[in-house]
């Protein structure tokens, strides 16, 4: 069964830093590139970051480039965002998903506050 | 950047009608790599349609995809009372975008 766990979220000020992190099982994760989406309170789904199979190709939405960082541990099975720099329009659920689009299957989301 | 519209916003409709649903592309989305996805409060969303007209996996047949180029058509032919919900398209032809989502709502 494939799973995704996120982990990491919480309150956190404007301008600090926090790394948020997704446990991939039930399939070969260093055969699929990964994502994450994030979905502001109340609002629709936006497409953040994504890296590729071998995790040398990163992709990254404007509104984070320079501030995000997508990486991945196949030894662990893990990928991680590394946020840098946080505003309070970061506020959201943030969604692991599988592949780079479509996703059949993702987690079921960590929520980072940014608020002071 | 590609950017999705989706219309309308919001769908009032009573179970057991059909119910269409469009997504409409700024340009030409390449290979017509576009996907509908389900999502209801409080979950993640759940791959419905790949590729404008593949069924996902353990997709009921109720749901269908049409549409290439820029116009793309999510039709749920009969709507069951677990179908109300809230449907986003995303292309991933040209980098990722999702368009900003239309709620299918009990009439």
């Known amino acids: 069964e494939v799973q995704l766990l996120e982990s990491g979220g919480g309150l956190v000020q404007p301008g600090e830093s926090i790394r948020i992190s997704c446990a991939a099982s039930g399939f070969n994760f260093g055969d699929f590139a990964m994502s994450w989406v994030r979905q502001a309170p109340g609002t629709g789904l936006e497409w953040v970051s994504s890296?590729?199979?071998?995790?040398?190709?990163?992709y990254y939405a404007a509104s984070v480039k320079g501030r995000f960082t997508i990486s991945r541990d196949t030894s662990r099975d893990t990928v991680y965002l590394q946020m840098n720099r946080l505003r309070v329009e970061d506020t959201a659920v943030y969604f692991c998903?599988?592949?780079?689009?479509?996703?059949?299957?993702w987690g079921q989301g960590t929520l980072v506050i940014v608020s002071s | 950047e590609v950017v999705l519209t989706q219309s309308p916003g919001t769908l009032s409709l009573s179970p057991g009608v059909r119910a269409t649903l469009s997504c409409r592309a700024s340009q030409t989305v390449p290979a017509n790599y576009l996907g509908w996805y389900q999502q209801k409060p409080g979950q993640a969303p759940r791959l419905l349609i790949y590729d404008a007209s593949t069924r996902a996996t353990a997709i009921p047949d109720r749901f269908s995809g049409s549409g290439s180029g820029t116009d793309f058509t999510l039709t749920i032919s009969r709507l069951e009372p677990e179908d109300f919900a809230v449907y986003y398209c995303?292309?991933?032809?040209?980098?990722?975008?999702f368009g900003g989502g239309t709620k299918v709502e009990i009439k």
């Open positions: 995303q292309q991933y032809g040209n980098s990722l975008s």
């Open positions: 890296v590729s199979r071998s995790g040398g190709d990163t």
């Open positions: 998903a599988k592949g780079e689009g479509p996703h059949d299957f």
